[in-house]
C-alpha cells in the first residue's frame, strides 16, 4: 500500500512556474513508477508525466514536453513535477500515482492539488 500526497499547486500568471511536490508513505516507494495526470473541468483525466522506478526513463504528454520535468528522490519518497512557462490550459488539477509501468496502468493516486494559471 501506497500513501500519496500533493502539495505545491497555487494560482500563478502565465508565463510563471510551480514546482508540485509529491510524498509517498511506504517503504516500498523505489520499486514503483511514478506519473503524474492532471484533470481540468468538464474534461477526463489525462497524462502528463511519467517517470521509472529507477529515475532513468521519463515520458511526457506532448502538451508539455519542454515545459514540464519529472523527477524523483527515492530517498525521500518524493517525485516532483517543475512547471514551467505555464498557460492558461494547464489549469487543472493535478494527481501523482504510483504503479508498476510509467505506461500502465496506475494502482495509488492522490487527492490531488489545484494549479490555476491565469492569462
Known amino acids: 500500500q501506497v500513501q500519496l500526497v500533493e502539495s505545491g499547486g497555487g494560482l500563478v500568471q502565465a508565463g510563471g512556474s510551480l514546482r508540485l511536490s509529491c510524498g509517498a508513505s511506504?517503504?516500498?516507494?523505489?520499486?514503483?513508477?511514478m506519473g503524474w495526470f492532471r484533470q481540468a473541468p468538464g474534461k477526463e483525466r489525462e497524462f502528463v508525466a511519467a517517470?521509472?522506478?529507477?529515475?532513468?526513463?521519463?515520458y511526457y504528454a506532448k502538451s508539455v514536453k519542454g515545459r514540464f520535468t519529472i523527477s524523483r528522490d527515492n530517498a525521500k519518497n518524493t517525485v516532483y513535477l517543475q512547471m514551467n512557462s505555464l498557460k492558461p490550459e494547464d489549469t487543472a488539477v493535478y494527481y501523482c500515482a504510483a504503479g508498476q509501468n510509467p505506461v500502465g496502468t496506475y494502482d495509488f493516486w492522490g487527492q490531488g492539488t489545484q494549479v490555476t494559471v491565469s492569462s
Open positions: 511506504g517503504r516500498t516507494f523505489s520499486r514503483y513508477a
Open positions: 517517470i521509472r522506478w529507477s529515475g532513468s526513463n521519463t
